[in-house]
């Protein structure tokens, strides 16, 4: 399993978000530069960008750091926030970013979001399917930066996807983004059991080794991870196994 860092950009700032709430945000004094110096120092192979304003808007507004950070060309880039529309999926391809990630519409227009598996090829696009627990512990889905709630489950959305082709997933936990509890380990593995053809990416509550090596146990292909790497709350020597470059 990868270990892939996250810088969330708001306002041209790094920034960690509790539970998706705009309102309660964490700002950090390191530029986005110097925290992706930093990754590469440690041995990561990529990095997952979002841009929260995009992501809440619908209008890009970390695109200029963005494109510094492609440019600096010394770790892979998979980004995402306001991705909506197809010229959005192109633009970020062709600033040099490795995979595109959108949520929303894959969510809310999946014959869309499969134009573009087609288009781009399964492995230049990530699905972003956020969730909710619900009533029975079922996954619901939220969408436009977290602040809009779905009818539609986590189980539906992905089988109706899997059929244009998806290939990458990534799937976070709401309620555990930001929170230091852990990520919920009974969720993945149903989605690893149920989707197993699938590299399903886990973001949401990292808080030392032990999680790492839980996600990785259950056939995770990659962990997310934002504010235990941005305090350095693992020990290096604990993240090495799971930096591809360490």
Not at 36 to 47: E, N, Q
Not at 96 to 111: F, H, K, L, Q, Y
Request: glycine share 10%.
């Amino acid at each position: 399993m990868e270990l892939v860092p996250s810088i969330d950009l708001r306002n041209g700032r790094v920034v960690r978000l509790h539970q998706g709430d705009f309102a309660a945000e964490t700002r950090y004094p390191l530029t986005p530069a110097q925290l992706y110096a930093h990754y590469a120092a440690v041995g990561a192979l990529r990095v997952h960008v979002v841009d929260l304003d995009g992501a809440r808007d619908g209008v890009a507004g970390n695109d200029q750091i963005l494109h510094s950070l492609v440019a600096l060309k010394r770790l892979r880039i998979q980004a995402g926030g306001g991705v909506r529309r197809r010229a959005d999926v192109e633009r970020l391809l062709e600033a040099g970013v490795e995979r595109v990630v959108a949520g929303s519409v894959a969510i809310e227009s999946p014959d869309e979001f499969a134009d573009w598996i087609a288009r781009f090829g399964a492995d230049r696009i990530v699905a972003a399917l956020d969730v909710r627990l619900g009533d029975g512990h079922a996954p619901c889905l939220a969408s436009r930066g977290w602040q809009r709630k779905s009818t539609h489950s986590l189980w539906e959305a992905v089988e109706g996807l899997a059929r244009a082709g998806l290939r990458h997933v990534l799937c976070t936990d709401i309620a555990r983004d930001g929170a230091m509890a852990g990520p919920n380990v009974d969720l993945y593995s149903e989605c690893v059991a149920r989707f197993p053809a699938l590299a399903w990416q886990a973001s949401g509550g990292v808080r030392d080794a032990a999680d790492l090596h839980a996600l990785a146990v259950i056939g995770i292909a990659a962990a997310i991870s934002g504010k235990a790497l941005i305090e350095d709350r693992i020990p290096l020597r604990e993240l090495a196994p799971f930096l591809p470059a360490a």
